[in-house]
T-cell receptor, first 113, second 113 residues
């Protein structure tokens, strides 16, 4: 079974802190994704990576950056956390084909105070 | 740009009754369509997907969906709801040809005993 793990289930940070969210997949997938999930808004793509060190902006990249130094690991970085970044963050991975299933991690619920 | 529309954020269904969740897509090219489910405190998992092989697609847990090009729809159904079907359901369409997905806003399904 594909496994996508995220470093924390719950995280509480202060405004202005630098926040790292880590995601690891064990299926040698090329693609990795970071989404933000908010009630009534569904999932919105923050960033997407299709290879090591390669990334593309998604729909809402402002205030976020990403890092992919190894194929299995994709990190989301909040350079200076703000209260409007309080949300559920979901990581996913997939092979490179358009019809492939995305496999999701359990999510990190981030609260910024 | 490819997108999907899900109407009715909350859907209540009696146990044993038909589950019907509607999804309409907008796409300038033949779409690949997905339904994902999110159980409480979990990440998303694939229910089923349409990849142009067959218009009636069967998925896990007794769910199925029919692709209708003339109606630009991909509605999800299950003949008889079970208490374990209480979850949030998301429709998604593949875009840009690289497995990036555009998600709908989701349907929260409540099953009434």
């Amino acid at each position: 079974d594909v496994k996508v793990t995220q470093s924390s289930r719950y995280l509480v940070k202060r405004t202005g802190e630098k926040v790292f969210l880590e995601c690891v997949q064990d299926m040698d997938h090329e693609n990795m994704f970071w989404y933000r999930q908010d009630p009534g808004l569904g999932l919105r793509l923050i960033y997407f990576s299709y290879d090591v060190k390669m990334k593309e902006k998604g729909d809402i990249p402002e205030g976020y950056s990403v890092s992919r130094e190894k194929k299995e690991r994709f990190s989301l970085i909040l350079e200076s956390a703000s209260t409007n970044q309080t949300s559920m963050y979901l990581c996913a991975s997939s092979s490179g084909r358009e019809t492939d299933t995305q496999y999701f991690g359990p999510g990190t619920r981030l609260t910024v105070l | 740009a490819q997108s999907v529309t899900q109407l009715g954020s909350h859907v209540s269904v009696s146990e044993g009754a038909l589950v019907l969740l509607r999804c309409n897509y907008s796409s300038s090219v033949p779409p690949y369509l997905f339904w994902y489910v999110q159980y409480p405190n979990q990440g998303l998992q694939l229910l089923l997907k349409y990849t142009s092989a067959a218009t009636l697609v069967k998925g896990i847990n007794g769910f199925e969906a029919e692709f209708k090009k003339s109606e630009t729809s991909f509605h999800l159904t299950k003949p008889s709801a079970h208490m374990s079907d209480a979850a949030e359901y998301f429709c998604a369409v593949s875009r840009y040809g690289n497995n990036r997905l555009a998600f709908g806003k989701g349907n929260q399904v409540v099953v009434i005993p």
